[in-house]
């Protein structure tokens, strides 16, 4: 089941082999599952259909929908082919109000890896009280450590030096919130490990109640929260334990009830990319009112949950007083092949990084790319991207693969072979994650 092969079909799309990737874990939570794996082929096929627009502002009877919550117990009554529906939005931003640009003009996303043990880790696993044993890789049996010493250097410029200070001093009174999914929640993770040595333990606090996790910073009035949110749109993957895993259902126009909880946030990051990686995807639309779904291949719903997305910052967030980050897709190292032809394994046993320039594996998907480029490119004045990808491409090196806590018990077929296990997805701390938020910083 481990073959990547490119089908020579006559669809006018892409046929793709679908990684199916379903985490789902709490922070404080003993009953956490990751599962990785994989889907026969599954062949999109965009029918020639009518488009119609729909603009996502929702009253009356929709709004009282929208605000009904999906869970695992939500239920499509039919299935029928997508009608071809699109979200239409438009951007409000006045375009000669321009956000604070950086004076600088360096492109901070591309550079190189450099070994350097003198200034980092920027923290140690063990001192940070808020790991996660998803990622506490060094704890879970890891011994090679030369993921934790690697330096992002851009090829024109300098980073700004991490400094926990300075940027509590620029989270001051102020709501920093990330939204997404897990390996959101990681960067989420690490950056309060980043950030919380400088405040003493009893001025520090956390709130583990899910999906909203807030850890707060008395002193500094500022709160660094995540909230749990794979899909951006609601949907019943929203509850981060308890979700259903063989029926994908949400709402393409609807971003209520998680708007509800980040739009008091003065800083947001987002990301969504992986869940949508795992085949078709239910649309419930906000004016159905009989639980009729339509079924639509991920990418073109990531589409419609971007659309609506862009759709709640065009309009109703202003970008001189908050800041809305996107982070890119985070990529996967499942197959070592694409890094080392001939090879059968995956992230399993890979020591350091690659050092092969535009390195892009099949995990980071161009179509995602281009999509998440076209949306972003008009929000420009809005959001700021953290193109996270092509960097982190080269981190072979940085998952956990079996070094974290699984979830379930692993059976002695998979204990004989570790690679058949191995998490190639997450990034072990500290580590690349880290990285991310040194961007963030450097951009804030
Ligand atoms: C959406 O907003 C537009 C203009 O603000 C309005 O004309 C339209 O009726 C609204 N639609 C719904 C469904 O509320
Ligand atoms: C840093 O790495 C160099 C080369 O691998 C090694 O000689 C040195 O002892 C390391 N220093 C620390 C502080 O780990
Ligand atoms: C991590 O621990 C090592 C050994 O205890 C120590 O030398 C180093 O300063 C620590 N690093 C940080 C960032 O606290
Ligand atoms: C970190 O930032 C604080 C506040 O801006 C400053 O006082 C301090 O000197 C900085 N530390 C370093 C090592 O640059
Ligand atoms: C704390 O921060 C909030 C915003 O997050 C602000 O409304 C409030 O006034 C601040 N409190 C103080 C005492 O500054
Ligand atoms: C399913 O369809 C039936 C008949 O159209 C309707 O009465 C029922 O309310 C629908 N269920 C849901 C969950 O919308
Ligand atoms: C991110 O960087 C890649 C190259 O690494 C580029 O192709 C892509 O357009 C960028 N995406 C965004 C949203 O900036």
């Not at 949907?235 to 709402?251: A, F, G, K, Q, T």
């Not at 995956?346 to 995990?363: F, V």
Request: glycine share 4%; aromatic share 12%; net charge neutral.
């Amino acid at each position: 089941m481990q073959r990547w092969n490119r089908k020579k079909a006559h669809f006018p799309l892409l046929v793709l082999f679908f990684l199916v990737f379903i985490v789902f874990s709490t922070l404080h939570s003993e009953h956490s599952i990751q599962q990785i794996h994989e889907n026969p082929d599954h062949v999109l096929n965009h029918q020639q259909v009518p488009t119609a627009y729909v603009k996502p502002n929702l009253s009356g009877g929709e709004l009282k929908r929208a605000a009904e919550i999906l869970d695992r117990f939500s239920r499509c009554n039919t299935t029928k082919e997508y009608s071809g529906r699109k979200i239409s939005w438009v951007d409000h931003s006045n375009k000669h109000i321009q956000r604070r640009v950086s004076s600088e003009s360096c492109d901070v996303f591309s550079g190189k890896w450099v070994f350097d043990n003198s200034s980092y880790p920027l923290y140690n696993e063990s001192d940070c009280p808020y790991m996660s044993d998803q990622l506490a890789c060094h704890k879970h049996g890891r011994s090679d450590l030369g993921y934790r010493y690697w330096r992002w250097q851009p090829h024109n410029c300098n980073l700004k030096r991490w400094n926990a200070t300075e940027m509590w001093e620029k989270l001051r009174n102020k709501r920093l919130m990330f939204v997404g999914d897990s390996l959101n929640r990681g960067q989420w993770i690490s950056m309060i490990c980043l950030l919380q040595s400088v405040i003493p333990e009893h001025k520090r606090s956390i709130t583990p109640n899910a999906p909203l996790t807030i850890f707060r910073a008395e002193e500094y009035n500022a709160t660094v929260e995540f909230l749990w949110a794979p899909l951006l749109v609601e949907s019943n993957s929203d509850d981060p334990v308890n979700h259903r895993l063989d029926e994908r259902i949400m709402r393409p126009d609807s971003v209520l009830n998680h708007a509800l909880k980040w739009e008091h946030a003065d800083i947001l990051i987002f990301n969504t990319y992986l869940w949508w990686r795992q085949g078709p995807v239910k649309l419930l639309w906000t004016d159905e009112e009989n639980g009729a779904c339509e079924e639509l291949d991920g990418l073109g719903a990531m589409e419609l949950a971007m659309g609506a997305w862009a759709d709640w910052v065009s309009s109703k967030f202003d970008p001189l007083k908050k800041r809305v980050f996107f982070v890119t897709m985070s990529p996967t190292h499942l197959w070592s092949r694409e890094w080392n032809p001939g090879s059968e394994g995956n992230c399993y046993g890979e020591k350091s990084p690659i050092d092969l320039q535009s390195y892009w594996g099949s995990g980071s998907d161009l179509g995602t790319m281009r999509m998440v480029d076209k949306i972003l490119s008009r929000l420009s004045s809005k959001v700021t991207v953290l193109n996270i990808t092509q960097l982190s491409e080269y981190r072979k090196d940085g998952h956990p693969s079996i070094f974290r806590k699984f979830w379930e018990t692993l059976r002695p077929e998979q204990l004989s072979n570790p690679a058949s296990y191995s998490d190639c997805i997450h990034w072990c701390l500290p580590g690349v994650s880290d990285v991310w938020n040194e961007l963030l910083f450097h951009l804030l």
